[in-house]
C-alpha cells in the first residue's frame, strides 16, 4: 500500500529540480511502423495494452482482461538516480465468471526501475514483478500470477494489425490535440491454462498511445470491441462529456442503453446492456454477468465496468466481445 500510494503522488506532485514535461502531439498522417509500434512510446503521457476475451473451459464460458498501462509523469527529473519514476507502469487483470457472480480481479503498480517494471520499445514487452505480457513472433503471450487466480494465456494473430480512424490515427474530440494512436489485433485464436485448468477461446487487442486521450469537458468513454461469428469484427467507441451527453463519437456509431445495473458496493450505476449502431449495422450487447465493476482505485485511481458481452442480432447470438464504461463514477482522469 505504501508503495501504490508513492506512486500515485508521483503523477501529481513535481520532482525536485525538475520542469513540466512537453509531450508530443498526436499528429494525422503518421504512419505506424511494425514492429517497432507494437512497443512502448515512452515520451507519450499515456499509453496500454488491452487484450479482453471469452474462454471456454468445458462448457464454462468466461470472460477475461489483461490490460497494462504505462504512464510519463507530468514532471520531470534532473536525478540521474535509478530510483526515479520516469515511468509508471500499471496493471489490472480479471475474470469474468458466472459460477462466482461477480469478477475475480487484481492490480499491480511500480516505477519504471531497477528491471523490476517496465516496458520495451522494440516491440510488445511490459512486465510488472512477475505479471507479464509480451509478443513472440505472431503470438501474444500473457502471465498473470493473481491473488486469486493464476491466468497463462497465448494469443495467436491471424492477421495484420487493424488500424483504427484514419490509418491508426483516432479522433477523441474536437480539438487537434484530443486524438491517439490507436490499432486492433480482432480474432486472437486464444490457449492457455486457467488455474492449472485448459482453456480456449477467441480474443481481441487494443494498443492506443497519446498524449491528450480526454477533453477537459470529457467525463469518460464507452467502448466495444466485438469478434464476430463471420470472422469479421466491430469496434465502437464515444466519448462522453460531464453534462451527461456525448463529446465525440466517429461518425455514424450510436449507443442506446438497454438496460442498466447498480453496484451494491459503489452504488454507481451503469448501462450495461447496449444497443450499439456502427457501420450501418446495430447489435444488442448483453453482458453474461451484470456484475463485472472494477475497482481500480488502489492502481489507476477509478472505477469502472468492463465485461464480456453477447452481440445480439434479431435475438440471434452474431458475436462476443467486450464493454467497457468509464466515468460513471467520477470524471476519468489519465
Known amino acids: 500500500m505504501r508503495r501504490r500510494a508513492f506512486i500515485l503522488a508521483m503523477l501529481a506532485a513535481p520532482l525536485a529540480h525538475g520542469g513540466e514535461v512537453k509531450y508530443p502531439k498526436v499528429v494525422r498522417a503518421t504512419r505506424l511502423r511494425f514492429p517497432r509500434d507494437h512497443g512502448a512510446h515512452p515520451e507519450y503521457r499515456t499509453e496500454w495494452w488491452y487484450a479482453t476475451g471469452w474462454l471456454a473451459r468445458g462448457k464454462e464460458p468466461l470472460g477475461f482482461q489483461v490490460t497494462f498501462f504505462r504512464a510519463r509523469p507530468r514532471w520531470d527529473s534532473g536525478n540521474p538516480s535509478k530510483f526515479t519514476p520516469r515511468q509508471l507502469l500499471l496493471a489490472h487483470a480479471a475474470i469474468s465468471d458466472p459460477r462466482h457472480g461477480r469478477l475475480r480481479h487484481d492490480q499491480r503498480a511500480a516505477r519504471d526501475a531497477l528491471g523490476l517494471a517496465g516496458a520495451g520499445t522494440r516491440t510488445t514487452e511490459a512486465w510488472i514483478d512477475d505479471w507479464r505480457f509480451v509478443l513472440e513472433g505472431d503470438t501474444y503471450r500473457a502471465k498473470i500470477l493473481a491473488r486469486d487466480f493464476a491466468l497463462e494465456l497465448a494469443l495467436k494473430a ?90 465525440y463519437a466517429p461518425p455514424g456509431v450510436s449507443f442506446t442503453a438497454q438496460k442498466t445495473w447498480r453496484s451494491p458496493r459503489t452504488g454507481v450505476e451503469y448501462p450495461v446492456a447496449m444497443r450499439v449502431a456502427a457501420n450501418g449495422r446495430e447489435f444488442d450487447l448483453v453482458p453474461l454477468m451484470e456484475d463485472q465493476e472494477l475497482d481500480a482505485r488502489r492502481s489507476a485511481g477509478t472505477i469502472y465496468w468492463e465485461g464480456a458481452v453477447r452481440a445480439l442480432q434479431s435475438g440471434k447470438e452474431v458475436g462476443r466481445g467486450y464493454l467497457e464504461l468509464t466515468g460513471y463514477w467520477r470524471p476519468m482522469e489519465l
Open 158 to 247: 491471424p492477421g495484420a494489425p487493424l488500424l483504427q480512424g484514419e490509418g491508426g490515427f483516432s479522433r477523441k474530440g474536437h480539438r487537434p490535440e484530443e486524438a491517439s494512436y490507436y490499432y486492433s489485433r480482432p480474432q486472437l485464436v486464444a490457449s492457455g491454462t486457467l488455474d492449472g485448468r485448459e482453456v480456449q477461446g477467441l480474443a481481441w487487442l487494443d494498443h492506443e498511445w497519446s498524449s491528450q486521450y480526454l477533453a477537459p469537458e470529457a467525463s469518460g468513454w464507452d467502448w466495444a470491441g466485438i469478434n464476430l461469428a463471420d470472422g469479421n469484427s466491430l469496434t465502437a467507441f464515444r466519448i462522453r462529456d460531464k453534462q451527461g451527453g456525448v463529446h
